[in-house]
Nanobody
Framework: QVQLVESGGGLVQPGGSLNLSCVQS????????MGWYRQAPGKQRDLVAT???????YYADSVKGRFTISRDNAKNMVHLQMNSLRPEDTAVYYC???????????WGQGTQVTVSA
């Protein structure tokens, strides 16, 4: 059973930084594309960033230049470094793993990020 567990959320002032981490268990990590999504209250869940097993990245326009996604295949982890945070970045952030061979999605439980003065 694949499990994804996020950590690193919290409260930060505008302009601040946070680093989110997600660790996967129960699967072969390199067989998954990994990503981060977020969902603000009353809104749909939106893609933030993804990273392929080979390290190719994609970012939503709203976070380009501010957020960086990375993965450590030896530790089965994916990270999201978030800089220059804005109040509109406030959301629950979810780790996602897409198993390539089956196209099945797996989700973490989410971690709250709040950007407020």
């Amino acid at each position: 059973q694949v499990q994804l567990v996020e950590s690193g959320g919290g409260l930060v002032q505008p302009g601040g930084s946070l680093n989110l981490s997600c660790v996967q268990s129960g699967g072969i990590f390199i067989n998954y594309h990994m990503g981060w999504y977020r969902q603000a209250p009353g809104k749909q869940r939106d893609l933030v960033a993804t990273i392929t097993s080979s390290g190719r990245t994609y970012y939503a326009d709203s976070v380009k230049g501010r957020f960086t996604i990375s993965r450590d295949n030896a530790k089965n982890m994916v990270h999201l470094q978030m800089n220059s945070l804005r109040p509109e970045d406030t959301a629950v952030y979810y780790c996602n793993g897409l198993r390539l061979i089956t196209q099945q999605n797996y989700w973490g439980q989410g971690t709250q990020v709040t950007v407020s003065a």
